[in-house]
């Protein structure tokens, strides 16, 4: 079973970025995709961005697209989202997850604390 802690969030202000760090543990991590969503206030928890085990793939949610990236670090087990540009609309809680090679949008394992990312206008 996969253990998933979220960490980096923070206030931001609007148009600032912000890098969050997602540490995973209990199965082999360099062999899964992974992606970030998120959960604004109020709404649905939503895709953010995917990337494959090597890193050759990324993929993203249009509201996000040009403004964050996504990378990996195998040997440290940790996934990172790397947000600028960042809008009050980003303001949300952020998860991580280990994720479907046939469908990036769909999550596999529990889902961790995430991590609150607050945009100030």
């Known amino acids: 079973q996969v253990h998933l802690e979220e960490s980096g969030g923070g206030l931001v202000p609007a148009g600032g970025s912000r890098r969050l760090s997602c540490l995973a543990s209990g199965r082999i991590f360099a062999e899964d995709p992974m992606g970030w969503f998120r959960q604004p206030p109020g709404k649905e928890r939503e895709f953010v961005a995917h990337?494959?085990?090597?890193?050759?793939?990324?993929s993203f949610g249009n509201s996000v697209k040009g403004r964050f990236t996504i990378s990996r670090d195998n040997a440290k087990n940790t996934v990172y989202l790397h947000m600028n540009n960042l809008k009050p609309e980003d303001t949300a809680v952020y998860y991580c997850?280990?994720?479907?090679?046939?469908?990036?949008?769909?999550?596999?394992?529990?889902w961790g604390q995430g991590t609150q990312v607050t945009v100030s206008s």
């Open positions: 990337i494959t085990w090597d890193s050759g793939i990324t």
């Open positions: 997850n280990v994720v479907s090679i046939t469908d990036p949008k769909r999550a596999l394992a529990s």
